[in-house]
């Protein structure tokens, strides 16, 4: 896989970073083009804020449809509120913005009942073949309390165009420790929409529909009756299609990071499709490793309780973009008895 970051120690093994498909190049002149054809959400999506909850302003004030004919998941009125703390929904962030990927809270244990921000965002691993990789994610307030969500591409792997044969997850993890235990993945669901869209992309199409979908869940293994959310608690999560300003925690390995340590961005005022995309759009230098790392609106600083509003698809220097979570995904959460 192009672009792979191998990690230092502490891991025993090198661990890579996936990294999203990049925009695939037109077919050169005189060659067949593969047909592109639009996903749709699970139900249609609506410009009009149809939703009791108020957790933000839908697609960011602009229209759900972009200018390339791609959609994003549409707006349900689901909203599970964090399971420490409560979100403070307003305007913008309760924080100062920044984009350089510093540590997050850095000094801060990461320990049971702190920050909720820093005990239920993790590290994924993930095997296929002889291979390693790692992307972030982050343990949501579900019926199971084993539900981490993520991106799909932290899910199915593009190489052997399968899912990953071993997916395990560190929540509080830093450098070499993980507070809460290494957890096992048992089951889990990526948008029939991505799998779609993503397979005329590998198979040549140059087609962007996968980015509005890029989202999944991931149920693990309970340890002697215990749950992810028993040991790290559970993030707020939002199905409404809205946001606020959001903070963005994970784990980046793109230079000069290492992947080792909980680093942040913060983004007062979101954008919505840029380059014609379905995703919402912050200022943050993180890249590969930081997939998967949740979009957190309208969160309290002081415990770090907030909505889940979308997660980290793609980006690097140019900025952070993730697809807004909606009906497609709730139907997912539920399908894994979330």
């Known amino acids: 896989m192009s672009g792979c970051v191998i990690l230092p120690p502490p891991l025993p093994t090198d661990i890579r970073l996936p990294q999203p498909p990049p925009v695939q190049p037109s077919q050169p002149s005189g060659q067949p083009q593969i047909a592109v054809e639009p996903v749709d959400p699970d139900s249609p999506i609506t410009d009009a804020d149809e939703t009791v909850a108020d957790t933000g302003e839908l697609y960011a004030g602009s229209r759900g449809e972009t200018v390339d004919g791609y959609f994003p998941d549409a707006s349900v009125d689901v909203v599970l509120e964090p399971t420490r703390g409560a979100a403070r929904v307003a305007p913008g962030i309760a924080m100062p913005e920044h984009d350089d990927g ?23 691993v993930l095997e296929a073949d002889d291979a390693e990789y790692t992307c972030s994610g982050t343990v949501i307030n579900s019926d199971s309390g084993l539900i981490v969500v993520t991106a799909a591409h932290c899910v199915f792997d593009d190489e052997t165009r399968d899912y990953y044969d071993r997916i395990t997850f560190e929540p509080g993890y830093e450098r070499g420790v993980a507070p809460f235990g290494t957890w096992e993945a048992e089951d889990w669901w990526v948008p029939s929409q991505y799998l779609e869209a993503n397979e005329r992309w590998l198979d040549g199409a140059d087609d962007d529909g996968w980015m509005g979908f890029d989202f ?10 215990t749950t992810l959310e028993d040991v790290a608690g559970g993030q707020g999560i ?26 942040y961005c913060a983004e007062d005022d979101l954008s919505y499709a840029a380059g014609g995309d379905a995703n919402y759009g912050a200022d943050c230098e993180m890249g590969d490793g930081a997939s998967g790392s949740g979009f957190v609106s309208n969160l309290d600083p002081a415990t770090g309780a907030g909505h889940i509003t979308a997660v980290y698809s793609n980006g690097g220097e140019s900025g952070a973009y993730g697809p807004p979570l909606g009906v497609t995904a709730y139907n997912g959460l539920r399908s894994l008895g979330g």
């Open 102 to 124: 510093d540590e997050l809270l850095d000094g801060s244990p990461h320990a049971a009942g702190s920050n909720l921000l820093l005990t239920t965002v993790g590290r994924l």
């Open 216 to 225: 999944g869940f991931i149920r693990f293994a309970p340890q002697r009756g």
């Open 238 to 263: 939002s199905f409404t299609a809205e946001t606020n300003g959001v903070v963005i925690a994970g784990y980046p390995g793109n230079e000069p990071f290492d992947a080792e340590v909980l680093r």
